[in-house]
């Protein structure tokens, strides 16, 4: 069976909640793989997981609020295009007032702005000490200020 028959397969059983803990979590977690080892994959299948991503986010079990959070995570640093979508994601996910959903945002803004990750996406790192123009931190990456 091919990664994206499986995957496919997986996101067609989601829904919302009804769905047991950890076949919720394998869905994510092979959306996290193909994010990050499918390079003949299109941006526009990953632009079609971040809704589901959203959507699911909600859920504060831990293993699937774990593995929501490894596909956001995964899905942004695929290439800049993706980047900036999941960005967005991430920043209406840190806004909200779930719990669940505040984490998962909040965890994928402070790995997007990781140097390393900002270099490897083509952006320009911010260097230790180097003034923000909005503040510095997370909050201000994330334009949560």
């Not at 995957?7 to 394998?26: C, G, Q, S, T, Y």
């Not at 994959?41 to 699937?64: G, H, K, Y």
């Not at 996910?93 to 490897?120: H, I, M, Q, T, Y």
Request: proline share 5%.
């Amino acid at each position: 069976m091919t990664p994206r028959y499986a995957l496919a397969r997986r996101i067609d059983n989601i829904e919302p909640f009804h769905v047991m803990e950890f076949v919720k979590r394998a869905a994510f977690a092979l959306m996290a793989s193909l994010a990050a080892h499918d390079r003949s994959a299109s941006d526009e299948l990953f632009l079609t997981f971040l809704p589901l991503i959203e959507r699911e986010a909600v859920d504060d079990r831990n293993f699937v609020k774990k593995a929501v959070n490894w596909a956001l995570r995964q899905i942004g640093k695929r290439n800049p295009t993706l980047h900036d979508a999941a960005r967005e994601t991430a920043v209406r996910l840190a806004r909200s007032k779930n719990a669940a959903c505040r984490w998962v945002g909040k965890d994928a803004l402070r790995e997007f702005a990781k140097p390393a990750v900002r270099v490897r996406l083509g952006k320009r790192p911010r260097g230790a000490g180097e003034p923000c123009s909005r503040g510095s931190g997370i909050k201000a990456f994330a334009g949560l200020d």
